[in-house]
């Protein structure tokens, strides 16, 4: 049963094949372990109280990209700050005047009026001199009117504030105190929408391995998602509770078997779907309600795609790539997510053992091939992705340019090969028909013959009539194609079906695939085949008929693959329930025609530490400019005449630390850069990015001063 409750048709997973048993145990050994201890993600199994912890934690609703898991929201506004020293010396003020009344009240220099009502209630008896009731009733009015003084004070030079800055309150990290259990119907561990269901059953069974010990955050998001395809009428109540009868919180697994990563990095929550990657910086520049929150994403905001550019070290990889890389494998454990990962061989992506297939292009040991026409049997269609990769970064990146030429020149190939051959044609073949070989040009001008294909003989007719032509776009793919026909890519690319080619088709499915290119000596080939994959990743999601299931594409490195046919494919993705991760060095690897409907076209713009000024500007300018309330504040110094008046002066600059003065304020409004393109290149501190969000319902977070460290 896959992760919506449908049993696979191949039975891989539902019907394994047996194991040989191992040898036989020794008498007074100790049985073996049924798992790995220690394994990661996995609580001890006598106590589930870590993971029922961890699920009844509140995530109230948030802004968008604030870490939901255990959030208390901050005020909208933020409140007046009184600065440190002028709060510590108005306390000290405070008390002293305290103490001056208490003590002039204390020697009679205001009267003894304040002692009438003491005298109005003290009966005369208790008035006799060492009277035990005398004097704890004076003490006991002397300790109120004491209190009274200092309660007044106090609340003058906010002691309060004071000791919730400085006391004990300020020293200890603020905790969530555990609550009872919550009551079965509001308590997610206990599964209340298939009680209300009325599979009471499965319910029980689920809550039970809950407390034991035996479900981890990835079962209880894959039995979720199982649940949602129930609600959703694609496979009956029963089969659903008969799998969670079966097999409790094993059931519905994952094609592969896995319930969980080998390692993980980052801070994942299944519940919300996000993955933690940093702290917003307590800055005067972020919004108060972001200050101090966690920053997170999830499908939520990369269903609108998302841009990230820094240098080489600035973090990319380490703190972006890498935890969304986890954290789309971990959905597609869940069955909500198809994730492919297009990155340099050696790049920090994860084991190869988090993922489900790994085409390692250009390494003999590669088990997985790569299909260069993306499981197609449209001669058009390959055509269009075919030369979208091999030219598409020659076409004039102005707005109406194409690569339909190309297009057309590979279509009246690859339709008569396929006529002739069942199958569309390898590399060297591809190379020898764009080259005008007369040989095959002549066996496939035979072969249409034979077949009465009179509609692809003209196509081939127009072939060879255009080959003589000065314009001709056949010799330029010819040369692209060359860059393929390499030995060392010659496993690879095969049609003849002797390997396992991996198409983008499979999309349809929770699959978990990286794709490693060879950097190394082959780059032009690296990024044709990072355009390829891009090319066919957007063909394919737009076509699939689950949409609930998001596909995201992440390119750890896009130099030379935004095109603008890719432009186009990457607004088409965020209807299509999918999305893209590009990482860039420098926007100069972008054709400046097409740097600002890239910008336009994602949602989620990074700009990491060590950004160029040229660069900055780009992002200066899509993020805009807001009205702020600037403050011209100026000051004249009072000079003081009278020998009083310089006392009192010198007393303030004591207590102040600055000259008195005369202070006048002018506000007005005023409209400036969110982030100026000076502020982006030199006031991003290492280990940091500025971050906007766009979520696919469209609410927007401004740009954040985000610590990728934290």
Not at 156 to 175: C, N, Q, S
Not at 265 to 291: E, F, S
Not at 360 to 382: F, K
Request: charged share 20%.
């Amino acid at each position: 049963m896959d992760s919506d409750g449908n049993r696979d048709a191949r039975g891989t997973h539902a019907n394994p094949v047996p194991r040989p048993a191992g040898p036989p145990e020794v008498p007074g050994v100790p049985p073996r372990p049924s798992r790995a201890p220690g394994a990661p993600g996995v609580p001890p199994l006598p106590d589930g109280s870590a993971f029922l912890s961890w699920l009844r934690t509140p995530r109230p609703e948030a802004l968008p990209g604030v870490w939901r898991f255990g959030h208390r929201p901050r005020p909208a506004q933020e409140p007046e700050r009184v600065p440190g020293r002028q709060l510590v010396s108005g306390a000290v003020i405070a008390f002293l005047v305290g103490w001056l009344i208490w003590s002039l009240l204390w020697n009679g220099y205001l009267g003894g009026w304040w002692l009438l009502p003491l005298y109005a209630m003290i009966p005369d008896s208790w008035a006799e001199p060492h009277s035990f009731g005398s004097v704890v009733a004076v003490y006991a009015y002397y300790a109120l009117i004491a209190g009274i003084i200092m309660v007044g004070v106090g609340r003058l030079g906010r002691w309060d504030e004071i000791w919730r800055r400085y006391g004990p309150p300020a020293w200890r990290p603020a905790t969530q105190a555990a609550g009872p259990p919550p009551a079965p119907e509001e308590d997610p561990a206990a599964w209340p929408a298939l009680r209300a269901a009325g599979a009471v059953e499965a319910a029980e069974r689920l809550a039970g391995e809950a407390r034991q010990g035996l479900m981890r955050d990835v079962d209880h998001a894959r039995i979720a998602r199982a649940w949602q395809g129930v609600q959703r009428g694609r496979h009956s109540l029963a089969t659903f509770t008969g799998a969670v009868l079966g097999a409790g919180a094993g059931a519905c697994p994952h094609p592969s078997g896995d319930r969980d990563l080998p390692v993980r990095r980052a801070r994942h929550d299944l519940v919300t779907g996000q993955v933690r990657i940093g702290t917003a910086a307590d800055d005067a520049r972020n919004p108060y309600a972001y200050r101090g929150a966690g920053l997170a994403l999830g499908p939520d905001l990369l269903g609108t795609s998302l841009l990230a550019v820094g240098p080489a070290g600035s973090g990319k990889t380490g703190s972006v790539v890498r935890p969304l890389t986890e954290s789309l494998c971990l959905h597609a454990l869940a069955g909500r997510a198809a994730v492919v990962v297009v990155g340099a061989a050696g790049a920090d992506l994860g084991p190869a053992d988090a993922y489900d297939v790994v085409v390692r292009i250009g390494h003999p040991d590669s088990v997985y091939d790569l299909d260069l026409y993306g499981g197609t049997t449209d001669p058009d269609e390959a055509a269009v992705v075919l030369a979208e990769a091999l030219v598409g970064d020659l076409a004039d990146p102005h707005p109406g340019s194409d690569t339909r030429r190309s297009t057309t020149v590979l279509a009246q190939l690859l339709g008569p090969f396929r006529a002739v051959h069942g199958r569309f044609p390898g590399v060297p073949e591809l190379r020898q028909l764009l080259d005008g070989t007369p040989g095959p040009l002549a066996e496939l001008r035979q072969g249409l013959r034979a077949a009465g294909q009179e509609s692809l003989l003209r196509e081939l007719d127009a072939r060879e009539r255009q080959m003589g032509h000065p314009g001709d776009v056949g010799g330029v793919l010819a040369d692209r194609v060359a860059l393929l026909d390499r030995p060392a890519f010659a496993p690879f690319f095969d049609t003849s079906g002797q390997s396992r080619p991996f198409s983008l088709k499979s999309l349809d499915h929770p699959v978990r695939v990286r794709i490693d290119l060879p950097q190394r000596g082959h780059a032009d080939a690296s990024r044709m085949l990072a355009r390829l994959v891009l090319a066919q990743f957007t063909a394919s999601v737009s076509v699939r008929e689950d949409r609930s299931l998001f596909a995201c594409l992440v390119l750890d490195d896009a130099s030379g693959v935004v095109t603008p046919e890719a432009v186009r494919g990457v607004q088409r993705l965020r209807s299509a329930g999918a999305g893209a991760v590009l990482t860039l060095r420098t926007l100069d690897d972008v054709p400046r025609p097409l740097r600002g409907p890239l910008l336009g076209a994602i949602g989620c713009r990074m700009a990491l530490s060590g950004l160029t000024p040229w660069d900055g500007q780009d992002f200066a300018e899509v993020w805009g400019k807001e009205w702020t309330e600037a403050r011209d504040v100026t000051d004249r110094q009072i000079i003081a005449e009278t020998p009083a008046g310089k006392a009192a002066h010198m007393v303030r600059r004591v207590i102040t630390g600055k000259a008195p003065t005369a202070r006048a304020v002018t506000v007005r409004q005023v409209e400036r850069e969110r982030w100026s393109a000076s502020e982006l290149a030199h006031a991003v501190p290492a280990g940091h990015a500025v971050l906007s969000l766009t979520t696919v319902k469209g609410e927007h977070a401004p740009p954040l001063l985000v610590d990728l460290r934290g």
